[in-house]
Every structure is written in structure tokens, then in C-alpha cells.
């Protein structure tokens, strides 16, 4: 079975400040992870995934993040924020199991 | 290329009522998928379609909730009876892939139907 833990269900930063979601796994099977953003009142978006290639992954509006095994992590990061960042960002995994995300965190970026 | 659409994009309806969701995937799609998605939480896998047969539906609760995906194009929802419980997001989704559970293909969301249930 996967699940997902998000630390911190709202994380605020100021703009230009470094943007930092955490991510926590817990899965089975060799995971597939997976960033999604979501705007107010829109659907889903991909933001990054990683699928057992390259350990750092590169995503779209310049997030990154980094799988990391031994801590069972795969924590997203930006070096400055940008207003048009606010949103709610979900992490999810998938094993062998339909995706599963967690509960969301939300990040406000104040000017 | 157009996206997933969804209609209506929000409902309101009494406890005991029916209602229904319709999804239009983007062309040429193979898998859709159906999520819940309650205020607070992540979105959870209701039902997913690969064409027009089930792949997955163990979440779904089968005694009010029903889908279809007729000619393996668009979808629709629906519940019958609601209950209080069931207000929340319902987002569609699709992808390219046919790989069955295990696929990592993409998935697509649409603006998703908020259902308020009084």
C-alpha cells in the first residue's frame, strides 16, 4: 500500500524568499511520485514527477525536486518565490496502486 | 489542444436527491478517471476507465455512486440518493496510456463539479 504525508498544511513565504513543500512516502513497491498544483477553482496541474529516472527532477514555473530513498522524501523547492505561486500544492505516490495524493499544503506568498 | 471538461460546475441539491456529472475527456484519451474530493483533503479515486470497461472501482461506493463511459469517450457520474457527506469537488481526469494500474502516464484534470449537498 502507498500514502503520503505533507508537513505543514499552510506554509507562507515572502516573495523572492525560498519556497520549500515537504513530502513524505510510505510505499511498498518502488514508488512513482508526483507534484500536482492546484489553483482556486481550477482542476489539477503536473508540476513534476519522478518515475525512477534522474534522482533531482526539474518540473514547469521552475519547482524542482529531489527523491531521496534513504529518507523516504521527495520534497519540492523553489529558489525565489513569485506572487503567481500562491496556491495548493499535493505530493502523491503510486506503486502498484491507483495515485495517491496527500492532503495538500498551501502556500501564500506575501509581497 | 483542449482540456478535460466538466459540467455543470456546481450543483446544489437536498439530502435523498439524485444528481449527475458529465466528463468529456481530451481527445484520443484511453484512460479516465473519476476522483472525490472533500474540503481539506487530496483528491481520492472514485472509479477509472480504461476505453469503456472498469479498471478500478474498489473505492467507489457502489450502493449510491454509478458510472459509465458508453463508446469509451465521455463519462458521467452520478448519486442516487445523496447524503451529506458526499458535498465535495468531483474532478475528472484523463490520460493518454493503456497500461492498466500501473501506468504513470500524465493525468489531466478538469475544473472539476462542486457539489453542495443540503
Known amino acids: 500500500a502507498q500514502s503520503v504525508t505533507q508537513l505543514g498544511s499552510h506554509v507562507s513565504v515572502s516573495e523572492g524568499a525560498l519556497v520549500l513543500l515537504r513530502c513524505n512516502y510510505s510505499?511498498?513497491?518502488?514508488?512513482?511520485l508526483f507534484w500536482y498544483v492546484q489553483y482556486p477553482n481550477q482542476g489539477l496541474q503536473l508540476l513534476l514527477k519522478?518515475?525512477?529516472?534522474?534522482?533531482l527532477v526539474k518540473g514547469i514555473n521552475g519547482f524542482e525536486a529531489e527523491f531521496k530513498k534513504s529518507e523516504t522524501s521527495f520534497h519540492l523547492t523553489k529558489p525565489s518565490a513569485h506572487m503567481s505561486d500562491a496556491a495548493e500544492y499535493f505530493c502523491a505516490v503510486k506503486g502498484n496502486t491507483p495515485l495517491v495524493f496527500g492532503k495538500g499544503t498551501r502556500l501564500s506568498v506575501i509581497a | 489542444e483542449a482540456g478535460v471538461a466538466q459540467s455543470p460546475r456546481y450543483k446544489i441539491i437536498e439530502k435523498r436527491q439524485s444528481v449527475a456529472f458529465w466528463c468529456n475527456p481530451i481527445s484520443g484519451h484511453a484512460t479516465l478517471y473519476w476522483y472525490q474530493q472533500i474540503l481539506g483533503q487530496g483528491p481520492k479515486l472514485l472509479i477509472q476507465?480504461?476505453?469503456?470497461?472498469?479498471?478500478?472501482d474498489s473505492q467507489l461506493p457502489k450502493d449510491r455512486f454509478s458510472a459509465e463511459r458508453l463508446k469509451g469517450v465521455d463519462s458521467t457520474l452520478k448519486i442516487q440518493p445523496a447524503k451529506l457527506e458526499d458535498s465535495a469537488v468531483y474532478l475528472c481526469?484523463?490520460?493518454?496510456?493503456?497500461?492498466?494500474?500501473?501506468?504513470?502516464?500524465?493525468?489531466?484534470f478538469g475544473p472539476g463539479t462542486r457539489l453542495t449537498v443540503l
Open positions: 519522478y518515475t525512477s529516472a534522474a534522482t
Open positions: 481526469a484523463s490520460s493518454l496510456g493503456t497500461s492498466g494500474r500501473g501506468g504513470t502516464d500524465t493525468q489531466y
Open positions: 510505499s511498498s513497491v518502488p514508488p512513482y
Open positions: 476507465f480504461q476505453n469503456n470497461g472498469v479498471v478500478d
